[in-house]
């Protein structure tokens, strides 16, 4: 059978290389790398002027999606003022990926977002964000790490059964769940790590660290065994599309 088609999420931004200084579609290679590790073929999805619609063809076309980390989220996306701490918005990029969060869960294709990926599933299903965390990285430019502990009987617990040391960079945390949410790992000072929509045919999984920078796949392998269940069971169109039947969001 193929491997189940991942895709990532990824954002623009100036780049240089040799003569080069131009507009580059970037994501750190840990990302497509955990991918393959975990038994995935990865693509990247570069941010689109028309989300909807093309988030919606977009996620027709894989088998599972993956919601990078990276900038703040915009506190007007969950009706909050900017902390002074909090960083420039990224509108382009929250509208693409909230775009295919909505597309994702809509058409039942697995979804795991990864740090700020975590906190953008909260808000697009209603929930809010806390702007600003001490003691969540190793520093300016340097990853963490601390323990993470699962709440028995979620998927999140199914896949990491016990509790695990994380590589962690974030400095904002889920606040008030968004709709249908639960959360299912905790830090040790009672921070939310881990989230999901439980009772789907999909899985809906967010988490709060970056398990790109470490040597777990498990969390990847999750999310890929539930993109191959989802190619093996979902009836396809002639042009490889899945037939599945979608939820709307609320």
Excluded: K
């Excluded at 088609?5 to 290389?17: C, H, M």
């Excluded at 038994?39 to 990078?68: M, S």
């Excluded at 039942?108 to 697009?124: E, F, H, K, T, Y």
């Amino acid at each position: 059978m193929p491997r189940p088609v991942i895709g990532i999420s990824t954002y623009q931004d100036p780049a240089r290389w040799g003569v080069w200084e131009m507009p580059a579609v970037l994501l750190p290679a840990a990302y497509p790398r955990l991918v393959r590790a975990a038994g995935g073929l990865a693509v990247l999805l570069p941010p689109d002027d028309d989300a909807e619609d093309a988030a919606r063809d977009t996620v027709a076309a894989l088998d599972g999606l993956v919601i990078a980390g990276g900038a703040d989220v915009e506190p007007a996306r969950y009706g909050a003022v900017a902390d002074p701490r909090t960083g420039p918005p990224a509108r382009e990029r929250d509208a693409w990926e909230l775009a295919l969060i909505r597309a994702a869960i809509d058409q039942q294709v697995p979804l795991l977002g990864i740090c700020r990926g975590m906190q953008l599933l909260n808000v697009a299903l209603g929930g809010t964000l806390i702007q600003h965390l001490e003691d969540h990285t190793g520093g300016l430019g340097v990853f963490g790490s601390h323990l993470v502990t699962p709440v028995t009987g979620t998927a999140y617990a199914d896949a990491v059964p016990e509790t695990a040391m994380v590589p962690a960079y974030h400095h904002q945390a889920v606040d008030r769940l968004g709709t249908g949410l639960v959360a299912s790992a905790h830090a040790p000072d009672g921070t939310v790590e881990a989230l999901e929509l439980p009772d789907r045919a999909s899985l809906v999984l967010g988490v709060q660290w970056h398990p790109e920078m470490g040597q777990d796949t498990r969390v990847m392998a999750a999310l890929v065994r539930a993109a191959g269940e989802r190619v093996a069971s979902t009836p396809r169109t002639p042009d490889g599309r899945s037939r599945a039947p979608r939820t709307p969001v609320s």
